[in-house]
């Protein structure tokens, strides 16, 4: 199974970056292997708007049935949802600790988004 997992940098030994659509890594693991089998730099952590939606889009298109995060706003939990993925939030530690933790199935998974939406107003 792949999973997609936002992290402050491109290694197993990073944090995981607590926030989704503006994390410096985005990283697509593969749980059989434990290897990082796509993703790195997060192109889209310096849009204007709409990080979290196109980051939630890649996310899709790469496959990933689940996503190992701190936090998501509304419209990234919208369309990662609707997308059939998994959305398993407040994980901390090293990607590799939340890989391990999500094999155990000790990751909690998220029934709405955990950040509110943004205003959009000054």
């Known amino acids: 199974m792949k ?3 936002s992290a402050s940098a491109d290694s197993l030994d990073a944090n995981v970056d607590p ?9 697509i693991v593969d749980t059989e292997t ?3 089998v796509g993703g790195g730099r997060n ?10 939606t196109q980051a939630a889009q890649w996310v899709i298109e790469q496959g990933a049935e689940a996503v190992l995060t701190g936090n998501l706003g509304p419209n990234a939990f919208q369309v990662l949802r609707a997308g ?3 959305c398993l ?5 090293s990607v590799r600790d ?3 933790a999500f094999g ?10 955990t950040v509110p939406p943004h205003s959009g107003m000054g």
């Open 3 to 5: 999973v997609a997992i």
């Open 19 to 27: 926030r989704f659509g503006r994390c410096a890594s985005l990283l």
């Open 34 to 36: 434990g290897e990082i």
């Open 43 to 52: 192109a889209f952590a310096s849009e204007g708007g709409g990080a979290g």
């Open 84 to 86: 059939k993925v998994r």
């Open 89 to 93: 939030i407040s994980v901390s530690g």
């Open 98 to 100: 939340a890989l391990a």
């Open 104 to 113: 155990r199935g000790e990751l909690r998974e998220a029934s709405s988004n």
